[in-house]
């Protein structure tokens, strides 16, 4: 899962990581990584810095909880929606330690593959319009939903979709403690009626409705889950990670600018009066049978009218905000000069 090697570099150049384990299921990559690694000082015994290893993950996992050798940072690179390793990353991690999970599982997070969701994360996952923020809740899901079974639970400190690949990637904290209740970890319901979305918990289902009608388990009603429905990023950590970047000079003076919007949007995003998902303006718009305001006009008017709004690090078109749809569609028209319905 190290592919060729280069993160296992950086870990240790610029991360300072005491020792790392890169290992790679396919021997034929193992020139290529010994030769990334090879600026690095490789060292023996207790001063061992790096070793490179080509087995199966779960076998490398299993056999470090064996040998009692825990890890603080466990980085696992998979490719699509192989969460094969969830149930064994969990016994090599120390405590307080961080997962970093992938996915690249496109499909399943846009609804198009629920049973295979459903088999992988424990979601079934329908389309929504929001479906690249729902792969992100479905991968925490799944972590979850392992750590649940084995006694543990986790929280997210950030969480990150890029539209090469696409790529899912989240850091989790593994807490070793009394796991808390389920409150975070639900149902989404979205009304291709109204546009509206809920989030429902598993006393609440059977119960389903959307305000724009009175009728329970309406067919305009999709309903995805169980999922993350909590935040997707720790704004704490994330400031912590931009005063770091800022102190590397990763930011500021005209560098780092892409790096520095992200952490930024994302500690927006952080906001606890959020909810799950985003809008995006033209749904909004062609709901409305209008032009769409540009964002900026949009988030203000939102937030003059006491709502919460940010931008959405995974949707530049698009706003997350605790505004329902209707209310929306209300604000943009009287932007436009246009009558109320």
Request: hydrophobic share 35%; net charge positive; with cysteine.
């Amino acid at each position: 899962m190290c592919g060729c090697g280069i993160r296992s570099l950086r870990y240790l150049a610029e991360a300072k990581a005491d020792f790392v384990m890169a290992n790679d299921g396919n021997d034929a990559h193992r020139r290529v990584i010994l030769g990334n690694l090879k600026s690095i000082e490789r060292g023996s015994g207790d001063e061992k810095r790096w070793v490179v290893t080509h087995f199966d993950a779960n076998r490398v996992l299993s056999e470090c909880y064996l040998k009692r050798e825990f890890f603080d940072l466990i980085d696992i690179d998979s490719f699509g929606s192989d969460s094969s390793f969830l149930r064994t990353v969990f016994n090599a991690v120390k405590r307080d330690g961080l997962l970093y999970l992938t996915s690249t599982d496109g499909y399943s997070s846009g609804g198009h593959r629920p049973n295979n969701s459903l088999a992988s994360y424990g979601a079934y996952i329908l389309p929504m319009p929001y479906s690249n923020e729902i792969g992100l809740r479905m991968l925490i899901g799944g972590a979850v939903r392992e750590a649940s079974a084995q006694g543990y639970h986790v929280s997210p400190l950030f969480s990150y979709y890029s539209y090469h690949g696409p790529v899912f990637r989240v850091m989790l904290r593994v807490h070793r403690k009394a796991l808390p209740d389920n409150r975070h970890y639900g149902f989404i319901s979205y009304c291709n009626h109204c546009g509206n979305s809920q989030a429902y918990s598993w006393e609440e289902l059977g119960q389903m409705s959307c305000p724009c009608s009175n009728t329970i388990g309406s067919s305009s009603l999709v309903v995805s889950g169980p999922l993350w429905t909590g935040p997707l990023h720790d704004a704490t950590h994330i400031t912590k990670m931009l005063n770091l970047a800022e102190k590397w000079g990763w930011v500021g003076d005209g560098t780092g600018t892409d790096l520095e919007k992200l952490l930024s949007r994302m500690i927006d995003e952080s906001d606890p009066r959020l909810p799950f998902g985003y809008i995006k303006l033209d749904e909004m718009a062609s709901r409305a049978k209008m032009n769409s305001p540009s964002l900026k006009t949009m988030m203000s008017a939102v937030q003059k009218e006491g709502y919460v709004a940010s931008r959405s690090h995974i949707a530049s078109n698009a706003i997350k905000t605790n505004c329902p749809m209707v209310a929306c569609i209300r604000i943009a028209k009287e932007l436009q000069g246009c009558q109320k319905n």
